[in-house]
């Protein structure tokens, strides 16, 4: 059975950083792309970034580049995103998402975590 | 604004049929990328419902089903179900943006 378990989120104040981490089991993790979407309250999915399984192709939503990073550790089986600068409307709650194949770009979403949540405020 | 436009609602009664569209351009569904759907429970993590415009991961009741056709798509559910009662979201891939796109979301209501 896949599983996917973010951590890392909090209360953090505007400017500042936070890294959440996703650890993953129940499949072959370096055959599989990764993704973070997330999910403002009350509001629809938005996504956020994804990473090829061998972190060749990396690619980020048009609202976080430049100031998130998003990288895995096959090694570990675990997924990151680095968010720096943060703002307010980067509250969310943030998903951890299984891609369909190897490539982030086209496919689907097959299995999703619970959520870590994010919370920017002064 | 989502690139990929659902409408944000929608009901029907037990035992009828409801299609949920999904409207896109020639830079994400006319441009040949899959579209896929989920189905959000209130207070849960989306569930994986259609792949590839029209297949069901295992598991998913064959009263769900997809479609699509030049910029748009649509998901079908047939004999409605009080359980289908939930938000379902349309996404896809988009060239221009170099990124996955999502639609806003449609809230099914089973009357």
């Known amino acids: 059975e896949v599983q996917l378990v973010e951590s890392g989120g909090g209360l953090v104040q505007p400017g500042r950083s936070l890294r959440l981490s996703c650890a993953a089991s129940?499949?072959?993790?370096?055959?599989?792309?990764l993704h973070w979407v997330r999910q403002a309250p009350g509001k629809g999915l938005e996504w956020v970034s994804g990473?090829?399984?061998?972190?060749?192709?990396?690619d980020y939503a048009d609202s976080v580049r430049g100031r998130f990073t998003i990288s895995r550790d096959n090694a570990k089986n675990s997924l990151y995103l680095q968010m720096n600068s943060l703002r307010l409307e980067d509250t969310a709650l943030y998903y951890c998402?299984?891609?369909?194949?190897?490539?982030?770009?086209?496919?689907?979403?097959?299995?999703w975590g619970q959520g870590t949540l994010v919370t920017v405020s002064s | 604004q989502s690139v990929l436009t659902q409408p944000p609602s929608v009901s029907g009664a037990p035992g009828q049929r409801i299609t949920i569209s999904c409207t896109g351009s020639?830079?994400?569904?006319?441009?040949?990328?899959?579209v896929h759907w989920y189905q959000q429970l209130p207070g849960t993590a989306p569930k994986f419902l259609i792949r590839?415009?029209?297949n069901r991961p295992s598991g998913v009741p064959d009263r769900f089903s997809g479609s699509k056709s030049g910029t748009s798509a649509s998901l079908a559910i047939t004999v409605l179900q009080a359980e289908d009662e939930a938000t379902y979201y349309c996404?896809?891939?988009?060239?221009?943006?170099?990124?996955?796109?999502f639609g806003g979301g449609t809230k099914l209501t089973v009357l």
């Open positions: 020639n830079s994400n569904i006319g441009a040949g990328y899959d």
């Open positions: 990473i090829s399984w061998h972190s060749n192709t990396v």
């Open positions: 996404q896809s891939y988009d060239s221009s943006l170099s990124g996955t796109v």
């Open positions: 590839g415009n029209n």
């Open positions: 129940g499949f072959t993790f370096d055959d599989y792309a």
């Open positions: 998402a299984k891609g369909g194949s190897g490539s982030p770009r086209g496919g689907w979403f097959d299995s």
